[in-house]
């Protein structure tokens, strides 16, 4: 073991290392997110999420956190913030990337689905809700042309 990182005073519920980054990003079901120092173990920021953190995951340079009604983008290199359009009801409890498109599953057993795309102003489109699980969905996972997904029900 290299070191233990301390601070969060609620469950885990995602750890990210983006690519191209020296910082890894942790969330909590205390309503933070933190970003620690990995050369040091020493946590460099802390952000009130003013809500739950109910998921984190990062691909290339975004990380992507599942929120109450919501899921957040940061890109770690352009320090772009952004708040992904798109009908999401329920707390976000599962994210996954597959195929050029983002998934976040929610308490309510809804999938919310955007697809990526090449424009600076608007990276993600939002396509559809995949509706058909009767309670929350808590993971994914995606293998060839299929999302796989793990629910409550």
Known sequence: ?????????KDIKGIA???????LYSASGDGALRIWD??????VHEINL??????????????FLGLP????????????????????GGQVNAIAIGNGMLFAGTSSGNISV?????TESDPFKYLTSLEG????????VVGG??????SVD
């Open 17 to 23: 290392l983006p690519q191209g980054s020296d910082k």
């Open 69 to 88: 009604n919501a899921v957040k983008a940061f890109n770690v290199q352009t320090c772009k913030d952004l708040h992904l359009n798109g009908s999401v």
């Open 1 to 9: 073991m290299v070191a233990t990182l301390q601070g969060h005073k």
């Open 38 to 43: 990995c050369h040091t173990g020493q946590c």
């Open 133 to 140: 699980h009767s309670d929350e969905v808590k993971c994914f």
């Open 145 to 150: 042309q299929r999302l796989y997904s793990g």
């Open 50 to 63: 003013q809500a739950e953190a109910g998921s984190l995951i990062s691909e290339r340079p975004w990380v």
């Open 114 to 118: 955007w697809k990526g795309t090449d």
